[in-house]
């Protein structure tokens, strides 16, 4: 997996950088808007991570850009703006994801594997999730688990698709919050802990092996612990 | 705003000139028309009187057949057209003249009578025309009877007395027509003003006057509009671009803190105290961050006129959302949330910001509450409005600080001491109703607090 970073920030790049190779992503760096939209229209990366305020040339401009020269590699915006417009004009412009600065790296590195995982997988409508033992039926709308119909709600059962469908993989609390409630600011309250803990109630309860497990400091995964260790 | 264009003042004005014009045209014709008649009265009076006179002339120097002669021989021959002679007895029994008989049933009083005489068309067909006459009394007791058939006068009067009140009727109308045309390009004009502004006030600060180079009074108007509205798109612009270089300019320096931090908790040589030690450092700096999104969030949606980005939002379906969001968190703090809705409470709007309004306010009232209380949510329709109401059963706010507790920075005494917060969360409550046009008031649940919601109609 090969990314872009278009920063110019030297030091906030450095943690970005390092932080993603780390986590095992070759990245390069880039600290002008025009040089780095040199180097998105190349089309040899996976993924494009840009600011949003760049000397030359502003990050959305630049995907507008992007997107008109028909470059569809995803781009995923970081800015210090942040109010609900600024957002709206980012996806607007064609950007795939926003995320306000400062946001904590387990947060941008939970999203930059979303983005990379939707870009490779071309099958974005399965009609069956799986994890383990757990079945969930896209068309019926049922849930099984160990051939066990567990009853959920609509938003329960929404919550539980989210994961199933970046199953393996870390969400955050702000993903869910955008992709089951479609809200985009951060509530005071730890609201997705409880609920949270409501569907682990519905599923894991009374099985031997959990599958819902919290990940500290960064938010939740759907996944089979013994086949990933 | 739709103007009623028989409320303009234009059409007043116009409608005010329609009368006075036609009013002055009236008195102008009616004056022509009565001096003409009098003109033509005083004339056959006066050919009355002039005949009068020479017949009696005629009557003292030849005595009463001179007269009667005269009289047959002015009716034989020479005799004007319409002339009429009657010469009678003290008995008024008829000695001359072309009358059959007396026309009156006794002595006219006044110098000047009037008649109507049956005479032969010029169809030959019955008519009756009028005749006016004057009566002199002759020394011996005859009287002496000088008229003329008056018919062809009053004709011509009666003509010109139509043509008259047709005069002013389409004095009248064309006022009228004129008046309302006129009006009407006023009032399109006004009307094309309001709509302007109210697309400006609604947000489009694109938009413009239009100035048609005519130099009236419409382009000095649309001018100083446009010139305001340009003003108002700079001072917009450039509060925007401060916030967006504060915003930018107070985030950089928090990013990289917290890249520091959690680049030294991902060290693996850190120790234990070290690491809890950076943990309680990003939650404080979490708070700090929230606050300054809150902060950035109240000023732009204070400095903005209207909601960008807005789209038809059903009150009745955000507040079930959100309730069903917050219910688990209203129940493990032992509090009952409830929605009541009526059905298509809609407003235009920005959803996400309704949304955090709605937030602010469920979490107000979580964080007050204490056990066992209750949180309600309503949405209804009030008048063309709706209305979106959160009432709980906590402390509620004293009514002296209720008009202070909207702005940033202010909570209640009691409240600082028992729960975090920044103390912003009603102030974007405010200003996120204001910038939806929706009237906020804080009121007495009894007990409680109950915060009250109206917006406009869509």
């Given at each position: 997996m090969r990314l872009l970073l278009i920063e110019d920030d030297q030091e906030a790049a450095q943690f970005v950088l390092k932080g993603l190779r780390e986590s095992g992503y070759t990245i390069e760096h880039s600290a002008d808007g025009r040089e780095g939209l040199f180097q998105a229209t190349e089309g040899r990366f996976d993924l494009i991570i840009t600011d949003r305020m760049l000397p030359h040339m502003d990050g959305l401009a630049l995907v507008k850009f992007l997107r008109e020269q028909g470059v569809r590699t995803p781009v995923l915006v970081l800015s210090a703006l942040g109010t609900v417009d600024d957002r709206v004009q980012g996806l607007k412009a064609g950007s795939d994801d926003y995320l306000t600065k400062p946001f904590a790296f387990s947060e941008l590195l939970a999203r930059v594997e979303a983005l990379l995982r939707r870009s490779v997988a071309p099958d974005n409508?399965?009609?069956?999730?799986?994890?383990?033992?757990?079945?969930?039926?896209?068309?019926?709308?049922?849930?099984?688990?160990?051939?066990?119909?567990?009853?959920?709600?609509?938003?329960?059962?929404?919550?539980?698709?989210?994961?199933?469908?970046?199953?393996?993989?870390?969400?955050?609390?702000?993903m869910l919050l955008e992709g089951v409630w479609d809200l985009h600011f951060d509530p005071q309250t730890n609201l997705i802990d409880v609920h949270m803990s409501r569907l682990r109630q519905a599923v894991d309860k009374g099985f031997a092996r959990p599958l819902i497990h919290t990940v500290r400091g960064a938010g939740y995964v759907i996944r089979d612990e013994d086949q990933s260790a | 705003m739709k103007i009623n264009p028989l409320r303009t003042s234009a059409f007043r004005l116009a409608l005010g000139y329609g009368v006075i014009f036609t009013f002055g045209v009236s008195a102008l014709l009616v004056s022509i028309y009565l001096l003409t008649k009098t003109v033509l009265n005083n004339e056959i009076d006066a050919v009355i009187a002039a005949e009068l006179e020479g017949l009696t002339d005629e009557y003292n120097r030849f005595g009463l057949n001179g007269l009667a002669d005269e009289l047959t021989w002015r009716t034989d021959s020479w005799g004007r057209t319409g002339a009429v002679y009657l010469l009678v007895d003290s008995h008024l029994a008829k000695v001359g003249g072309n009358l059959l008989g007396w026309p009156f049933a006794g002595i006219p009083r006044g110098r000047w009578s009037e008649f109507y005489l049956d005479a032969r068309g010029t169809n030959d067909e019955q008519v009756r025309h009028p005749v006016r006459a004057s009566v002199s009394l002759l020394p011996d007791g005859h009287r002496l009877l000088v008229g003329m058939d008056v018919n062809q006068e009053r004709g011509f009067v009666s003509t010109f007395r139509t043509a008259t009140l047709w005069g002013i009727g389409l004095t009248a109308l064309v006022g009228v027509l004129a008046g309302s045309w006129l009006s009407r390009g006023l009032t399109r004009r006004v009307q094309s003003v309001a709509e302007t502004c109210d697309a400006i006030v609604g947000g489009d600060l694109s938009r413009r006057m239009l100035v048609t180079g005519a130099r009236d009074e419409f382009d000095a108007l649309a001018q100083a509009v446009n010139f305001m509205v340009d003003r108002l798109a700079e001072k917009t612009q450039l509060l925007r671009a401060t916030f967006d270089s504060a915003a930018h300019d107070l985030r950089a320096p928090l990013y990289r803190l917290r890249g520091r931090l959690e680049d030294t908790l991902r060290d693996p040589n850190a120790d234990q105290s070290v690491r809890e030690r950076i943990d309680a450092s990003l939650q404080e700096l979490d708070h700090v961050q929230r606050t300054l999104s809150t902060l950035l969030e109240i000023a732009q949606a204070e400095s903005a006129i209207s909601v960008a980005h807005s789209t038809p939002v059903d009150l009745g379906e955000l507040a079930s959302d959100m309730a069903?969001?917050?219910?688990?968190?209203?129940?493990?703090?032992?509090?009952?949330?409830?929605?009541?809705?009526?059905?298509?409470?809609?407003?235009?709007?920005?959803?996400?910001?309704?949304?955090?309004l709605l937030a602010n306010l469920v979490e107000n009232s979580l964080k007050y509450v204490p056990a066992g209380g209750h949180i309600d949510v309503e949405v209804e329709q009030a008048g063309a409005g709706s209305r979106l109401i959160v009432a709980d059963s906590g402390p509620g706010i004293p009514e002296s600080e209720r008009s202070h507790v909207l702005q940033p920075f202010v909570r209640l005494p009691s409240a600082a001491a028992s729960t975090a917060g920044t103390g912003l969360g009603l102030s974007l409550v405010a200003a996120i109703a204001r910038l939806h046009h929706a009237q906020l008031a804080l009121e007495d649940n009894a007990p409680g607090l109950r915060v009250v919601l109206s917006f406009g109609s869509v």
């Open positions: 409508s399965p009609t069956r999730l799986k994890v383990s033992d757990l079945e969930m039926d896209l068309l019926s709308r049922r849930v099984l688990r160990a051939g066990r119909e567990i009853e959920l709600t609509a938003r329960e059962f929404k919550l539980l698709e989210f994961l199933l469908r970046h199953a393996g993989h870390v969400v955050t609390r702000t | 069903e969001l917050y219910e688990p968190a209203a129940r493990q703090r032992q509090l009952q949330l409830t929605v009541r809705k009526d059905t298509r409470c809609e407003v235009r709007g920005n959803r996400q910001l309704l949304a955090q």
